[in-house]
C-alpha cells in the first residue's frame, strides 16, 4: 500500500480528544499513514469526552481505530509505550513530523527536559534530534511560569507550540468548528491541504 507520507500523532492526557479524533480524521483522508502513540490517561480523556473506549493492547487498537476512521490496512499503527522496537523509537525509521495533540503539562515537561522515559517521549526526542517538525497542542488554563518556560525551551530548538485556543472570527456555529480551528491549523502547519477553514482575507473569495 503506498502512502502519501507518515506522520506520527501522539494522545496524552490533557483534556482536548477530539482535536485528536479530527486530526486522525484528516490524516488519514490525505493519504497519510498515521503512526498512533497514546498513554493510559488518553484512554481515560477519550472514554470521557467521546465515550471512546479504546484497548489497551496495541494491536488491537489499531484495528479498534482502523475500523473507526475505516482506514486502508496498515494505514494506522498504533505502539505501546514500551515498544522500543517501533519506527517512531529511531531516527533511522521515525517519521519526521510528530503532533503531540492534546500535550499534557506533564508531556511537555518531560519532552522539554528529553526525559525518553516512554515512546511518547522518546519519539518526541527523536524528531527534534532529528531537527524534524515537532507540534505540541497543550491544553491547560492558566499556564504557570513552569509551563512557559518549557514552552520557550523547545521553542527555541524549532518546536512550534500551538495551543488548544481556537479564534472566533470565523463565526463558528458548533462545537466541530472551534475542534476544525484548530485541526485546519495543524494540517497548515504540516503542509498538508484542508479546506476546514478558509484563511484570513479569502474568505469572501
Known amino acids: 500500500m503506498s502512502f502519501d507520507g507518515q506522520v506520527t500523532v501522539a494522545l496524552t492526557g490533557a483534556s482536548g480528544a477530539p482535536y485528536a479524533l479530527r486530526l486522525l480524521q484528516c490524516l488519514l483522508a490525505a493519504n497519510r499513514q498515521v503512526f498512533v502513540l497514546m498513554s493510559s490517561a488518553a484512554r481515560v480523556v477519550l472514554a470521557t469526552e467521546n465515550d471512546l473506549k479504546i484497548p489497551a493492547a496495541p494491536d488491537l487498537a489499531s484495528q479498534f481505530l482502523t475500523d473507526y476512521f475505516s482506514a486502508k490496512p496498515e494505514q494506522l499503527q498504533v505502539f505501546g509505550r514500551e515498544q522500543w522496537f517501533s519506527p517512531v523509537a529511531s531516527g ?28 511518547i517521549e522518546r519519539a518526541a526526542d527523536v524528531v527534534i534530534k532529528e531537527r524534524g517538525q515537532l507540534i505540541l497542542v497543550p491544553r491547560e488554563t492558566p499556564f504557570s511560569a513552569i509551563h512557559l518556560e518549557h514552552m520557550l525551551s523547545l521553542a527555541k530548538l524549532g518546536v512550534t507550540i500551538m495551543p488548544a485556543a481556537p479564534g472566533f472570527y470565523q463565526q463558528p456555529q458548533s462545537i466541530d468548528d472551534l475542534v476544525d480551528f484548530i485541526v485546519a491549523r495543524l494540517l497548515d502547519h504540516l503542509q498538508i491541504p484542508q479546506d476546514l477553514m478558509p484563511r484570513w482575507g479569502y474568505q469572501h473569495g
Open 92 to 119: 533511522s525509521a521515525a517519521p519526521k513530523q510528530m503532533v503531540v495533540c492534546p500535550c499534557s503539562t506533564g508531556s511537555l515537561a518531560a519532552i522539554a527536559t528529553g526525559m525518553s522515559d516512554n515512546l
